[in-house]
């Protein structure tokens, strides 16, 4: 890895600096396995999307850099997080789920149980358009939340 530092612009754009100098304007970090491993495997990738550094663990960084890795990736990726579960409508599929994210109230159809994805520490939910929602931790949820998931992993 040769990140020398990292800065954001007068154009708000992440810029690269490596160890000799040169300087990368318009990077863009992207999650390579963004559910399964969020904060292993980064690329950093130039404004035409090819790879130009890569960070095996984010937390490997100095503080300065992963805080401003971390930053630019929040800012990139729209996945809301799943923080209360309020309502699913029972029988088969399709099912229409009532959630609260962190962006606010949002209801659902869920079209299969294969759209409740089990990762491990996280579970995916992918609604009817394609819209992704992230439970980071079912242990976080409240016991009616939990309760309502149980069917799905």
Known sequence: MDIADLRIDALGQLVL?????ERVEGVIPVRCFPFA??????ALCDATGREVESIEQLDDLPQKLRLLVEQELERRELVPRILQIHHISGGAEP???????DRGPVSF??????????????????????????????????????KLLRRYL
């Not at 099912?95 to 994210?101: D, N």
């Open 17 to 21: 600096v490596r160890g000799s100098g």
């Open 95 to 101: 099912t229409t789920w009532e959630v609260t994210t």
């Open 109 to 146: 159809v869920l079209h299969s149980e294969d759209d409740v994805r089990d990762l491990g520490q996280a579970v995916l939910v992918i609604d009817d358009r394609g819209l992704r929602f992230l439970l980071p931790s079912v242990d976080e949820l409240d016991a009616r939340s939990r």
């Open 37 to 42: 491993q969020p904060r292993s495997h980064i």
